[in-house]
Nanobody, 125 residues
């Protein structure tokens, strides 16, 4: 499983920043892409960011472009999500996982495995 360690996650005011870290445990990344998705109460799963470890390309939801950055530390098998200029609508449980492809396809967030319990991000207005 990937444990969404929730490092630097939690509660923040509008406009603030948070950094989520997610470490792989019990499996290898291999060359798979890795991604983050989120789910708010009563809403559908939403893909947030995807990073292709194969060619270094990224994919972001329109709602987070320019504010969120996904990165990977291969040596630590850890995926990061730097979130800046946070908005109340970013409030959700965030999950990381391994995408079952090398690249980041459309709707990659429905094609992932090994995600952990997720970490709550709450942005107050």
């Amino acid at each position: 499983l990937m444990s969404a360690a929730g490092v630097w996650g939690g509660l923040v005011q509008t406009g603030g920043s948070l950094r989520l870290a997610c470490a792989a445990s019990g499996f290898r990344f291999d060359d798979n892409a890795v991604g983050w998705f989120r789910q708010a109460p009563g809403k559908e799963r939403e893909g947030v960011a995807c990073f292709s470890r194969y060619d270094g390309t990224t994919d972001y939801a329109d709602s987070v472009k320019g504010r969120f950055t996904v990165s990977v530390d291969n040596a630590k098998s850890t995926v990061y999500l730097q979130m800046n200029s946070l908005k109340p609508e970013d409030t959700a449980v965030y999950y990381c996982g391994r995408v079952l492809t090398l690249m980041c396809p459309v709707n990659y967030y429905w094609n992932m495995d090994h995600w952990g319990k997720g970490t709550q991000v709450t942005v107050s207005s």
